[in-house]
Nanobody
C-alpha cells in the first residue's frame, strides 16, 4: 500500500524560504516519478513540480520556475520541494504525489497534504 506523508508546511512571510518533505512507504521509491501539486482556497489543485524516477529530469509549472526546486533522496525514500522567494499567491495545501512507469503529470497516488500560508 502506497503511503505518502508530507511535512514542513507552515505560516511564513513573503520573501522567505520553506522546504517541504514527503516520505514514501509501501513502494519501490526509486521506480516512481514524484511530484508536488498545490491547491489554493477556492481553486482546483494544480501541478507545481515533478522529478523523474531516475532523478535525471525535472518539470516545473511556469508559476514556480526559478523559485522552487524539487529533489529526491532515494536512499531515504523522500522527495523535497525547496521553495524560495515565497509569494502570497503560493498559499495553499501542498500535496505529494507518486506515479510509476512512464512520466506524465497524471499522478496515481497522493498524500494528505500540508498547509503553506504566505503572508504579505
Amino acid at each position: 500500500q502506497v503511503r505518502l506523508v508530507e511535512s514542513g508546511g507552515g505560516l511564513v512571510q513573503a520573501g522567505v524560504s520553506l522546504r517541504l518533505s514527503c516520505a514514501a512507504s509501501g513502494v519501490t521509491f526509486s521506480r516512481y516519478n514524484m511530484g508536488w501539486f498545490r491547491q489554493a482556497p477556492g481553486k482546483e489543485r494544480e501541478f507545481a513540480a515533478a522529478i523523474r524516477w531516475s532523478g535525471s529530469s525535472t518539470d516545473y509549472a511556469d508559476s514556480v520556475k526559478g523559485r522552487f526546486t524539487i529533489s529526491r533522496d532515494n536512499a531515504k525514500s523522500t522527495v523535497y520541494l525547496q521553495m524560495n522567494s515565497l509569494k502570497p499567491e503560493d498559499t495553499g495545501v501542498y500535496y505529494c504525489a507518486a506515479k510509476p512507469g512512464v512520466y506524465s503529470r497524471n499522478f496515481n497516488y497522493w498524500g494528505q497534504g500540508t498547509q503553506v500560508t504566505v503572508s504579505s
